[in-house]
C-alpha cells in the first residue's frame, strides 16, 4: 500500500462531495480523506502499489479542481528503501 499527499484548491465540503464521486470509483484506491482547513486544503490518498500520482491528479482535474503532488523528505524516501 502507498500514501500519497496532494495540495489542492477543494475549500469547501460541498466540493469534497464533489470529487468523492470520481475517488471512491477508483478500484486502486483504499481510502482517502481532505483537510478543507489546512493551509494547503492537504488530500491523502492511500491505494494499491499501481496508484501513481499523476492518476490522482487527472481524476481531481477530471472533477473541476487542481491538485499538485506534496514531494516526500529526505527522511520519508529512506524510511521506503
Request: hydrophobic residues 45%.
Amino acid at each position: 500500500m502507498r500514501t500519497l499527499k496532494f495540495k489542492t484548491n477543494i475549500q469547501e465540503m460541498y466540493c469534497v462531495d464533489r470529487i468523492a464521486s470520481y475517488l471512491d470509483n477508483v478500484k486502486d484506491i483504499i481510502a482517502w480523506s481532505i483537510d478543507i482547513h489546512a493551509e494547503d486544503h492537504l488530500l491523502v490518498v492511500q491505494g494499491y502499489e499501481g496508484l501513481q500520482s499523476r492518476d490522482v491528479v487527472s481524476i481531481i482535474n477530471l472533477a473541476g479542481f487542481h491538485a499538485k503532488p506534496v514531494k516526500g523528505n529526505l527522511i520519508t524516501r529512506l524510511l521506503r528503501t
